[in-house]
């Protein structure tokens, strides 16, 4: 099957172990999708976990990392309107509300009213909270290089277009589930 990924430290059993549990209880169960949604699922979890340090080592949180990232991507002149931004997110206006006071008291995005329309407010990403993006993308750019230096270039390749094949299938599925979901709350 695979390697062990057991890890020193911890509880969680192996994947091999993992999916030797679930054939005992579940009998139908492919072994080969089984180790390749649990592996993407872990691996998935530890790099999550990963760039909470990094960016926690930065002294900004994840969600702040993820609405300078919201901003970044919107283009220049990184604005947009708290709502989209929550919409993008998949937050409700009280929580993006919150984020944004809290990141605008930390000097990473600043809040004004929209000059052409008074009543909008605009949320801009400022030089500290670029500054903050950049250094966070130093950091993802070194860790994820060292997650895949075992791969050759054709792998790497292969396996990137394997995954956008997997991603696509789901979001053909599930178009609705890039945020949180309402319902699963």
Request: a negative charge; glycine letters at 8%; aromatic letters at 4%.
């Amino acid at each position: 099957m695979s390697e062990s990924t057991e890890q020193p430290g911890t509880d969680e059993p192996s994947l091999d172990e993992q999916i030797a549990a679930y054939q005992r209880e579940f009998r139908d169960l492919d072994p080969q999708v089984e180790q390749v949604v649990s592996a993407l699922g872990r691996l998935n979890r530890r790099m999550n976990v990963a760039y909470g340090r990094q960016v926690a080592a930065l002294g900004i949180s994840t969600t702040e990392w993820e609405v300078l990232k919201t901003l970044v991507l919107s283009g220049a002149p990184y604005r947009l309107g708290p709502g989209e931004l929550a919409n993008r997110l998949g937050l409700t206006p009280a929580a993006m509300t919150h984020r944004v006071d809290r990141m605008a008291g930390e000097g990473l995005v600043t809040r004004d009213r929209d000059e052409n329309n008074r009543v909008r407010v605009i949320v801009e990403l400022t030089d500290e909270g670029r500054a903050k993006w950049l250094e966070a993308m130093r950091m993802a750019t070194d860790f994820e290089e060292d997650l895949l230096q075992d791969l050759s270039g054709d792998e790497r390749g292969l396996l990137g277009e394997l995954l956008v094949r997997l991603l696509r299938r789901v979001e053909h599925a599930q178009p609705d589930a890039g945020g949180r979901l309402t319902d699963l709350e």
